[in-house]
């Protein structure tokens, strides 16, 4: 069982930075790929980025050049750096976990990412 849990999240005006984080239960080490999704009010729930177990990397268009995902398997943790926050970055922000052998997925609770002035 993985259990993955974020922080980091918060209000940020628009313009702003952040950076999220997501701690896992147990080692993710060359065993998982990780990622980040993201929903908003009323929105289907996206892929914003994800890493893989060997260390590439895919964004969504909607944040390619101002976000960087990465991981450090010795603190089993993933994180999403965010630059030139716009307000349409809003939404929940949930940690995501798949098990490479297995394609099991796991989730975090989620963490508010709110872009206002």
């Known amino acids: 069982q993985v259990q993955l849990v974020e922080s980091g999240g918060g209000l940020v005006q628009p313009g702003g930075a952040l950076r999220l984080s997501c701690v896992a239960s147990?080692?993710?080490?060359?065993?998982?790929?990780m990622g980040w999704y993201r929903q908003a009010p009323g929105k289907q729930r996206e892929l914003v980025a994800i890493i893989t177990s060997g260390g590439s990397t895919k964004y969504a268009d909607s944040v390619k050049g101002r976000s960087t995902i990465s991981r450090d398997n010795a603190k089993n943790t993933v994180y999403l750096q965010m630059n030139s926050l716009k307000p349409e970055d809003t939404a929940v922000y949930y940690c995501?976990?798949?098990?490479?052998?297995?394609?099991?997925?796991?989730w975090g609770q989620g963490t508010q990412v709110t872009v206002s002035s």
């Open positions: 995501y976990a798949q098990k490479i052998t297995t394609m099991t997925n796991y």
């Open positions: 147990g080692s993710i080490f060359s065993t998982y790929a």
